[in-house]
């Protein structure tokens, strides 16, 4: 029996008197790990924002983990995101002053736990990754392919339900992109995580359970 995790219906989301995503519905089922493919510009990745809560819709529902967020608050939503979703993007996004451990720990600074708890778990992720050696580096010393493991760790250090990825291998070298795609598969099956994945690679996103596909913002 299929549980879905995520249920999106009839989305719509324009600018001006542009619409991006237009009329499009999916469900992803807990534990599932979903390609999202389309040329660039076909309307991905303004899906992705408006499947994580990232942006509102102009139209059309989402649940997500079992929430309206259509119908959050914004500080209901940032509390939400917090507990429950991982986002991993192209340009990995870590912060250049803090070390690696201290990335990963970032999204724990909120919650009133010590600093030592803190460490402890972002140092298991980080050793999880092969990156043990790296933990009081700074991002300007890591590779790109560090650099997306230390992003990987940091979505999972609040143990989340659902991951968006965004172009999670743009900026890495063939190699190196599908040992992150590794990394991706072996934390979906071992932790029964969902993954939601947008990609211009249709060799990579073929190793989803399921790929969608985007063109002219609708779902084909």
Known sequence: MNNPILVAANLQKSFADLAVVKNVSLSLDEGEFVSLVGKSG?????LLSLLSSLELPTSGTVSLCGKD???ASESELALFRR?????????FHLIPTLTAWENVAA???????????RRERAVKLLEEMQLGHRLE??????SGGEKQR?????????????IFADEPTGNLDSQTGQSIMETLHKVNKEQKLTILMVTHDNELAGNADRTLTMQDGVIQ
Do not use: D, W, Y
Request: charged letters at 15%.
């Open 83 to 91: 507990a429950n979703i991982g986002f991993i993007f192209q340009s």
């Open 150 to 162: 230390v992003a990987i760790a940091r979505a999972l250090i609040n143990n989340p339900r659902i």
């Open 69 to 71: 967020i259509i119908k």
């Open 42 to 46: 076909s309307g991905k990745t303004t």
């Open 137 to 142: 580096h700074l991002p300007s010393a890591l």
């Open 107 to 117: 999204p724990l600074f909120p919650e009133p736990m010590e600093q030592r708890i």
